[in-house]
């Protein structure tokens, strides 16, 4: 596995992902996207949307505030629950999450007191958790009273059940059918960090799918097959990297009967990756004092049941890079699915300084990028240009010489194979097109 230095470099070095206000000495675990992990990332969330949402004919979507009512989060439970335990160093001030401590093999029985040595300063502590609630606040409006206290939606998945009976009563779906969204999410994270695994401010992909709850077994077993099929077909992920974790009862969150987490072996370790779970009639229940939905033959109202499907945005890009990343002899490649790449396509005229050469391939660089994601480079020579390309991952490099000049024809060079190809101008949209399938 890729040492994760190696990704966080790369990614600095060549525009993926910065740290955040870096010329004011950052922001703890916060990151900015750059201009090559802005299309990566928006990549993931289009492929994602036409996949989930445009293709399917039981599905809508939403783009909802983030910051909602504050009785949407006493409803839902999360003012009350959404916590973790948390331990603090007498010492150093140092915190921990109390139920990640087991990793590093704490707490520890000494007579009959439990105790834990922080991982700062190794000060010995008598282990007392207390709940942290991950709720991140703010106030809205001028004046800075309790009664102004927001919160920042630590999911999107709560608008979802809030908006369900405007989503029903303007989409006219039945169910089964979902409510998709991306969006931001916001959580006070005690342990933040390994890069953009966990952040405190990070955006989600989700559904809420609504069923009867008689069918739930089934639809489960539909999301997780659609989640596979997601990480393998889609983001190519090598399969023996992700992991089912069957969430055991007790350490389920109460509302769900079922949880699966897909877990991916990152370089820090084996970890969440996405989450599926069978959440009942819990959330409707909580929002809607009535049944929010009438069946269609008897014209019962009931409180349909709920399969949530949820992918992070961020952790799909660690995923995606930490997969994509290979070296083969001095080079090195990101071999990243062609639909995923920040360019598709890459154009250099073979010398910067011959004017006809670099005509033509200008004129060849502006075609396409009618059509697809470009990049141009004229510096140094044309293997350099190739490494640089690669290191992004850029699938196809065209290089137009003095030949083309009268054959109308350019090279295509392909990024895992290295072969090389004459490809006449003509056909060139139409070949890349082709290969980026
Ligand atoms: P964890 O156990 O890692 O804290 P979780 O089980 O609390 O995660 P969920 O509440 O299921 O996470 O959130 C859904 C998805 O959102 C996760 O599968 C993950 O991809 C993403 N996610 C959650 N928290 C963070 C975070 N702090 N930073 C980045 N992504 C996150």
Redesign the pocket.
Known sequence: MVDIDKIISLCKRRGFIFPGSEIYGGLANSWDYGPLGVELKNNIKQLWWERFVHQRDDMVGIDAAIIMNPKVWESSGHLSNFSDPLVECKKCGSRERADMLHTHGFPEKKDTELYWECLNCKTQNLFKPRMFNLMLKTFLGSTEETASIVYFRP?TAQAMFVDFKNVLDTSRKTIPFGIAQIGKAF?N?IT?GNFI???RE?E?MEIEYFIKEEDWKEKFEHWQKEMWSWMIDVLGLEKSHVHELDIPDGDRAHYSKKTIDFEYDYPFGR?????LAYRTDFDLKNHFKEAPYKDQETGEAFYPHVIEP???V??SVLAVLCDAYTEEDDRVVLKLKSKLAPYKVAVFPLLRNKPELVAKAREIYFNLKKEFTAAWDDRGNVGKRYYSQDEIGTPYCVTVDFDTLEDKMVTVRDRDTTKQERVAINDLSAYIKNAIQ
Do not use: A, H, S
């Open positions: 999911e959580r994270e933040p695994f966990r952040t990070f989600q970890k969440e990756l996405y989450g949820t992918w992070g961020d952790r």
